[in-house]
């Protein structure tokens, strides 16, 4: 994109909205079939869309994954699995959608009403699941998590011990897949990426055969030893960088702009915001947009986080306030950044990725902060 190409000419913004979310569905699309062109012969790729679709909006970016390829799908909690299905409903009515949270999730009568899978985390949810099976007087569809040096969810090494000694716990379960997850996968050279796959492929070699998943986006990339039956990327559907300190592979999704209120020209010794925080060095040109923390735009960005205006990166200056942020826009010239303009606050001169590093954070929760106030825009969807 040419320098200056960032004006309110590329989004049409209601004259109500105080900054525009632009969601690029084709983008999500392309880094879809990306990853699934990426991945073993064997494999296929699933979509994370817990949270939401990481903030984007998964009635949206549901359907476009589906379109795009995508039969499996992964969510965190029970309800977003029930608003995944009702967003499938016409386009892919059979897709296959499990709940990472497990039984723990919610009533099991649910999951069965919404057809949604649990991934189960312990051999307590196993029994649980088991009892709904009975209930239901047929066999019940469920994947299975096992631990492997994470530490957070997914059945422990001594409860593996005891379902190895005794499968008739599954008895009324299809096992549909049997799933890990990798504590370090965005550090390629970390030991305990080859030591997970060694003790997920001594556990699978335990339990009844099932479908093999291990990789989210960043365990794609540490190669087809990783991939076994199906991927489970979120982030670098999304644009996040699955290889950071590497070129980022994936297209970007997200544009966040936001609008121009007021400017003004300032001096030495003249401070901006909150906390005086920052002081005018001398004459500047400062301009203040639309945008705080209660937008997702995080308050650790004050004096630290950058804009794109006018062809110009320039410095967001003193706090983020709730609705409001300022920037210093001397380099720009006047016209680019009079009241009513837009400043790329995510786009293509500020990636995700990038204004994370700034704020302290991964893109992942820049992406899932991102804010109800935005006007949002999907763009080919
Ligand atoms: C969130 C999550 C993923 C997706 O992770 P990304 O890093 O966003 O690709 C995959 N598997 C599990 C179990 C998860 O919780």
Redesign the pocket.
Known sequence: MSAGDTGAADTSLPARAGAVLTIDLAAVQANYRRLQERLAPQARCAA?V?ADA?GLGAARVGPALARAGAETF?V?QLDEGIAVREALRCVAPEAEILV?NGTGAGPGADFRAHRLIPVLNSLGEIESWQSEAARAGHRLAAAL?VDTGMNR?GMPQAELDVLAEDPRRLDGIGLRLT?S?LAC?ELSRHPMNAEQRAIYDAARGRLPAAPGSLA???GIFLGPAYHYDLA?????LYG?N?TPNQRNPMQQVVRLQGKILQAREIDAPQTVGYGATHRAAGPCRLATVAVGYADGYLRSLSNRGRAWVGGQSVPVVGRVSMDLITLDVSAVPPEASRPGALVDLIGPEVPVDDLAEAAGTIG?EILTALGGRYHRVYRNG
Not at 232 to 236: I, S, Y
């Open positions: 994370v817990k990481y992964f965190a990472l998590h969810l799933m997850h996968a989210n986006s960043s489970r990327p979120g982030v670098a996040g699955p992942y």
